[in-house]
């Protein structure tokens, strides 16, 4: 059982560049969720997805596209990164029982420098 | 605009002492607040949640205090040891998550 796995876990792109990050989940939880995390600002959601084919933006979406066409993963896409999107990424997932919400499980993180 | 206010930005404690660690927050519709510990290079954990119909809760040396009509809430780390030594986030959902901006805690021999 790995839990949430994250690919890659280091990346450096030039501005103007596209990526595509990787998260799986194991859990066979609903929901999935894509954080960024800055230095003094904590931890802003990007995007999330209450199950298979569905999403929705969070705090901060500008600059990220997601899709999750399988329960298990969730997909963080950049189309043209710029230095702004330099950041560590973490992706988490939790179940939902009975409508209430539930633990996050983060992933181990993807460090992206956008050059 | 934050919302999720935590503070303090760093706390150093010694061995055995109290670590306290308080965040505010303005959305009365949140219904579920929970602290994360966070080692250098790993994701966060849960390490204890709370949902506001009650004031406290409590597992082993970590307790967290809520108070509903101040909306604010509090982690406690009794006797804490030096392995306590982490970045800590408190979080509001209601549905989406809202993380304060994290507690950088040292905890000296």
């Known amino acids: 059982n790995a839990g949430v796995t994250q690919t890659p876990k280091f990346r450096v792109l030039k501005t103007g560049q596209s990526m595509t990050l990787l998260c799986a989940q194991d859990m066979n939880h609903e929901y999935m969720y894509w954080y960024r995390q800055d230095p003094g600002m904590g931890l802003r959601l990007i995007h999330y997805?209450?199950?298979?084919?569905?999403?929705a933006k969070g705090e901060v979406p500008d600059g990220y596209n997601v899709s999750r066409l399988k329960k298990q993963n969730f997909l963080l896409g950049l189309e043209s990164a710029a230095p702004s999107q330099t950041s560590v990424y973490f992706c988490a997932s939790s179940p939902l029982s009975r409508g209430v919400y539930n633990e996050q499980f983060f992933g181990p993180g993807t460090r992206l420098t956008v050059l | 605009q934050q919302q999720v206010k935590q503070s303090p930005q760093s706390l150093i404690v010694q061995k055995g002492g109290i670590s306290i660690i308080n965040c505010a927050y303005e959305n009365t519709a949140f219904d579920y607040f929970p602290w994360y510990q966070q080692f250098p290079g790993k994701g966060p954990a849960l390490l204890i949640a709370i949902r506001p119909d009650v004031s406290e809760k409590k597992e082993g040396r970590f307790t967290i205090s809520f108070n509903k009509s101040a909306k604010q809430f509090s982690l406690h780390i009794m006797d804490s040891q030096p392995g306590d030594s982490a970045t800590y986030f408190c979080a509001a959902s209601r549905g989406q998550f809202y993380f304060g901006t994290g507690t950088s805690l040292t905890v000296i021999p």
């Open positions: 997805s209450v199950g298979e084919g569905t999403t």
